[in-house]
């Protein structure tokens, strides 16, 4: 499973941002669930989403709750996480992972991981 990253930038308190995740590989079913990890300038991983690829169910960090969505194009095998209402702390470098099991995404030990796109959230 191969993915990739894109949609990053320097953005201004307040303002949204959407990150894509473009997801390929023959080894890639319906089974997985895709999540997004960032981690920050203090290097502390923490997970902020993930969607379940088959059934589209999510989960949100609490502190993302009402300004994050995630969602998916089933068809061309793409996660987004559109971000709104953004905040200094949101800034860190985002990245994609994927596993079959929801609980190794949350717990940052996915099989497997984008190069990560870069968000700066600065006036």
């Known amino acids: 499973v191969q993915l990739v990253e894109s949609g990053g930038g320097l953005v201004p308190p307040g303002g949204s941002l959407r990150l894509s995740c473009e997801v390929s590989?023959?080894?890639?079913?319906?089974?997985?669930?895709i999540g997004w990890i960032r981690q920050g300038p203090k290097r502390i991983r923490d997970r902020v989403s993930c969607?379940?690829?088959?059934?589209?169910?999510?989960w949100y960090r609490n502190s993302t709750k009402g300004r994050y969505t995630i969602s998916r194009d089933y068809v061309n095998k793409r996660v987004f996480l559109q971000m709104d209402v953004l905040k200094p702390e949101d800034t860190a470098d985002y990245y994609c992972a994927a596993d079959r099991s929801y609980q190794h995404i949350l717990a940052g030990r996915a099989d497997y991981w984008g190069q990560g796109t870069q968000v700066t959230v600065s006036s």
């Open positions: 969607i379940n690829f088959g059934d589209g169910s999510t």
């Open positions: 590989g023959t080894n890639f079913d319906d089974r997985f669930n």
